[in-house]
């Protein structure tokens, strides 16, 4: 069974680290949350749960407004050949999460460490950073230090790199 945003926080208690959540309808689109999260400081994200051409499995951590070149990240993130999205069932089973609620903290439920979680070097340049917390109707927020805490207390040492995200144009 998948861990819920109740799990989440409480293991986030259990490390200290301080961390607060909003809740809101769901937030499907990058849009959709601009609109919807009010004046919440900080980084956001979008996430992207990709495979590559040998089945490794990674979640993308990119600036909202990023575009990313699915067909040149694999040379920023050592992934074998280009990248596609990784399936609904794969999202579900190993990262505990469904599509639209893709989140750095699914690797709450990844205890085989499947998934290599790649944060984008422009991102962890906020010092507070917003994700859904396993669900697309909240959003938790926390220090950049504070995630990387978490990451390697689930046993995921975070990969950061220069995705070459540009922003989208306006």
Same mark, same amino acid.
């Given at each position: #069974? /998948?861990?819920?945003?109740?799990?989440?926080?409480?293991? %986030? @208690?259990?490390? !200290?680290?301080?961390?607060?959540?909003?809740?809101?309808?769901?937030?499907?689109?990058?849009?959709?949350?601009?609109?919807?999260?009010?004046?919440?400081? =900080?980084?956001?994200?979008?996430?992207?749960?990709?495979?590559?051409?040998?089945?490794?499995?990674?979640?993308?951590?990119?600036?909202?407004?990023?575009?990313?070149?699915?067909?040149?990240?694999?040379?920023?993130?050592?992934?074998?050949?280009?990248?596609?999205?990784?399936?609904?069932?794969? %999202?579900?089973?190993?990262? !505990?999460?469904?599509? @639209? $609620?893709?989140? /750095?903290?699914?690797?709450?439920?990844?205890?085989? =460490?499947?998934?290599?979680?790649?944060?984008?070097?422009?991102? #962890?340049?906020?010092?507070?950073?917003?994700?859904?917390?396993?669900?697309?109707?909240?959003?938790? =927020?926390?220090?950049?230090?504070?995630?990387?805490?978490? %990451?390697? $207390?689930?046993?995921?040492?975070? #990969?950061?790199?220069? #995705? @070459?995200?540009? /922003?989208?144009?306006?």
């Amino acid at each position: #069974m /998948p861990s819920t945003p109740e799990d989440l926080s409480a293991e %986030l @208690g259990r490390l !200290g680290i301080a961390h607060d959540v909003v809740e809101h309808p769901p937030l499907h689109t990058v849009e959709d949350s601009r609109r919807l999260r009010g004046q919440l400081a =900080g980084g956001h994200a979008k996430n992207l749960f990709v495979k590559d051409k040998k089945g490794r499995l990674f979640v993308l951590v990119l600036p909202e407004d990023a575009i990313v070149d699915l067909k040149r990240v694999h040379e920023a993130i050592g992934a074998q050949g280009r990248v596609s999205f990784g399936t609904a069932d794969q %999202l579900r089973e190993i990262w !505990g999460v469904e599509p @639209g $609620a893709v989140t /750095p903290f699914g690797a709450i439920n990844d205890a085989a =460490g499947r998934v290599t979680v790649v944060l984008d070097a422009e991102l #962890m340049r906020h010092e507070r950073l917003n994700f859904h917390p396993l669900v697309n109707t909240k959003t938790l =927020g926390l220090s950049r230090e504070g995630l990387l805490k978490f %990451l390697r $207390a689930t046993g995921h040492e975070p #990969m950061i790199a220069a #995705m @070459g995200g540009a /922003p989208a144009p306006a």
